[in-house]
């Protein structure tokens, strides 16, 4: 139960688009297409933002998306705006039904 | 309105035991698959422990043998019973429902120290 590898930190400029890798082992997202993606605010509860990899939940803006390539998954957020500055998190469904996070990305927007 | 509201967080010396309580409302919590998630201060979000049934528990290496996970459906309640607490264990523990989890409560802090 090894934690999903993320970058510490991701920054852009508002409007820029900037990617989130995610990445895990053939025991998680290489082997699963239930990887979700979290927003969280400090001092909030986490926010689902994406799941399956690519779907967005009701009144998720469409400036987040997902993808993945064998073991690594990736979040998208296109034309970055102030209030996506937050710390984001992947997940991913694993063996034995378990469930293994990333280690957190802090977003900052410039 | 949909929400869930955990309890029971609170002081614990190391090696102690605490029951933490997660109440559901506006929805039936025993369709889902129901999660315990913790984060220590300053930290990432850590998975601790899986539901779905009495029969069908997961539980993350670091807390498993020492923390049980429960449901009582008739009460839409969810519960995670600690023991031999460390200090490790110190964070905010969230329920989550769904699978990946969509809904979440807002946490209740647990803190393990002498």
């Known amino acids: 139960q090894s934690a999903l590898t993320q970058p510490a930190s991701v920054s852009g400029s508002p409007g820029q688009s900037i990617t989130i890798s995610c990445t895990g082992s053939?025991?998680?997202?290489?082997?699963?297409?239930?990887v979700s993606w979290y927003q969280q605010h400090p001092g909030k509860a986490p926010k689902l933002m994406i799941y399956?990899?690519?779907k967005r939940p009701s009144g998720v803006s469409n400036r987040f998306s997902g993808s993945k390539s064998g073991n690594t998954a990736s979040l998208t957020i296109s034309g970055l705006q102030a209030e996506d500055e937050a710390d984001y998190y992947c997940?991913?469904?694993?063996?034995?039904?378990?469930?293994?996070f990333g280690g957190g990305t802090k977003v900052t927007v410039l | 309105e949909v929400q869930l509201v955990e309890s029971g967080g609170g002081l614990v010396q190391p090696g102690g035991s605490l029951r933490l309580s997660c109440a559901g409302s506006?929805?039936?919590?025993?369709?889902?698959?129901r999660s315990w998630v913790r984060q220590a201060p300053g930290k990432g979000l850590e998975w601790v422990s899986g539901?779905?049934?009495?029969?069908?528990?997961y539980y993350a290496d670091s807390v498993r043998g020492r923390f049980t996970i429960s449901g009582d459906d008739s009460k839409n309640m969810l519960f995670l019973q600690m023991s031999s607490l460390i200090v490790e264990d110190t964070a905010v523990y969230y329920c989550?429902?769904?699978?990946?989890?969509?809904?979440w409560g807002r946490g209740t802090l647990v803190t393990v120290s002498s």
């Open positions: 989550a429902s769904g699978l990946p989890p969509g809904l």
């Open positions: 506006g929805f039936t919590v025993s369709n889902n698959y």
């Open positions: 539901f779905y049934s009495a029969g069908s528990t």
């Open positions: 053939s025991s998680d997202v290489g082997r699963y297409n239930l």
């Open positions: 399956e990899v690519t």
């Open positions: 997940c991913s469904f694993a063996v034995s039904s378990t469930l293994v």
